[in-house]
């Protein structure tokens, strides 16, 4: 399972531009109004957000303008997301209602992607229980967008088109993005993952590992911060093992500070890391840069050592929290995130316990919880399993109640220091300004919406479980302080 596939990047081909050519006219002709529309609806990770905006790329190519009403559309696309059964459950019951968009607009062409087309089940019952959708891809094949819309628009069948082998191993580069604000870009530094944690549908959806050449990269970074992104996360599942696919392996701790020597007033962050690959060298580079955050989001799923090893996460709950320590006294302001699978199959209360005890010892800003979600084809799915749903319900709401609290005291904390936001957007309820510290926490202040986009310096004075108040720190009129 843990054979590492070698990676090749993958232009576009000269058929993908004749393709966008061929739609662009054909859409010019068929839209309603007087430029063609597309709504793209994205479920689950910033993966899938990062695949969403090379999509929406292609389309602007193709003379899409965009909206977000479907009755208005003349393409709708939904990329999907395999994670939880939750997210699946949603997206089937969303695709269903377009059944009648489709029987009042037929020339719309409805489409479907992402994890959830990866998964034959999925993807099967799309093809027989959901005939009105023309076109369904995997996410191995966005690099084909062009030419299977195409198909769909001038084959009189629909057009199914998932990854194989040889897709698994590409890497795309060279597609064009639209991204969807102008202060945070997500930036995919690899793919795929190898480490196959037992309740995890991930590395059969996305693949194995492959890792983005470094000056790939560089690039793409040096043109975000050029046009003055300010908030720049790299991607990957598993971005700690970056470089190992590469004919020249490159760690990410060398790939992060090649770009933090980039000129220019921004910040780096990064998901996803794993604890069995976070190393001190990794802590060490955060700690000593110029423009990386000092957040570390670094998932734990259980406290307890019988649960993490019936996950195959490869770690124990000691060297987690070694890590941790570490982490502390290197970065002492380091901000921690965190994702808790609550309810694993076989899980006990005392085991549950565990956790709760490990996010007291931590401390940790936020967490995203979850009651655990069987996907089958993975190994936990065929645990035994016999807690019920709402004893592990109750379990979540202890969890989350304990964290409040930890919440609540760090943000308490906070009050009465200066922090630098970056501003990232007006809050049409409160007419606030909303931005968020290094460590990732939103602030809100008043202050001229002209400061968006730009950073400034804000003085706590509030305090709630997740969000702070602040008061803006006006600049000396003799600086150029924004």
Not at 434 to 440: K, L, V
Request: proline share 5%; hydrophobic share 35%; aromatic share 8%.
């Amino acid at each position: 399972m843990s054979e590492e596939i070698p990676s090749f990047s993958l232009l576009p081909s000269p058929d993908c531009g004749e393709a966008v050519r061929q739609v662009r006219e054909i859409m010019a002709r068929r839209a309603r109004g007087k430029v063609p529309l597309a709504l793209v609806h994205t479920y689950g990770c910033q993966q899938n957000v990062s695949d969403s905006e090379k999509i929406k790329g292609f389309l602007a190519q193709m003379g899409f303008s965009f909206t977000e009403a479907p009755e208005e559309a003349d393409f709708i696309l939904f990329n999907t997301c395999a994670v939880r059964e939750h997210a699946e459950d949603r997206v089937f019951g969303n695709v269903g209602a377009l059944k009648n968009v489709k029987r009042r607009h037929p020339k719309t062409l409805i489409a479907v992607c992402g994890c959830m087309m990866e998964e034959e089940k999925a993807a099967e019952r799309i093809h027989s229980v959901f005939p009105f959708v023309g076109l369904v891809f995997g996410t191995h094949v966005i690099h084909k967008f062009p030419q299977l819309m195409l198909r769909a628009l001038t084959e009189n069948r629909r057009v199914f088109e998932r990854g194989d082998d040889s897709e698994d191993r590409a890497i795309p580069e060279g597609l064009p993005v639209r991204r969807d604000g102008t202060v945070k870009a997500w930036l995919t530094v690899m793919y795929g993952c190898n480490n196959f944690c037992s309740y995890c549908i991930v590395p059969y959806v996305r693949g194995r590992e492959r890792s983005r050449e470094p000056d790939a990269i560089l690039e793409e970074f040096r043109e975000l911060v050029k046009a003055g992104y300010k908030d720049i996360t790299l991607l990957g599942q598993n971005v700690n093992s970056y470089g190992k696919t590469l004919s020249k392996p490159v760690s990410f701790s060398t790939l992060l500070r090649r770009l933090d020597e980039v000129e220019g007033d921004y910040r780096i962050r990064f998901m996803t890391s794993h604890p069995k690959d976070l190393t001190n060298e990794m802590i060490d580079t955060i700690a000593a840069g110029r423009h990386i955050c000092h957040h570390l989001h670094l998932p734990f799923q259980s406290g307890n050592n019988r649960v993490l090893k019936e996950m195959n996460r490869g770690y124990t709950r000691e060297q987690y929290l070694d890590l941790i320590a570490y982490a502390k006294k290197k970065i002492p302001a380091l901000s921690l995130t965190s994702d808790v699978i609550v309810g694993f199959p076989g899980e006990s209360y005392e085991e549950f316990q565990d956790t709760v005890d490990l996010i007291r010892r931590v401390e940790f800003t936020s967490l995203f919880t979850f009651i655990y979600s069987p996907r089958a084809g993975t190994r936990a799915a065929a645990l035994p399993d016999p807690v019920p749903q709402a004893e592990k319900t109750k379990w979540l709401q202890e969890l989350c109640a304990e964290q409040e609290k930890i919440a609540a005291a760090r943000c308490a904390s906070s009050v009465g220091t200066v922090q630098r936001v970056l501003i990232e957007k007006k809050n049409r309820k409160t007419g606030l300004l909303t931005g968020r510290t290094d460590g990732n926490i939103v602030v809100d202040f008043a202050g001229d919406p002209a400061l968006i986009g730009r950073f400034a310096e804000v003085r706590i004075t509030s305090a709630r479980n997740w969000i702070l108040g602040g008061k803006l720190i006006e600049p000396k009129t003799d600086t150029n302080y924004y």
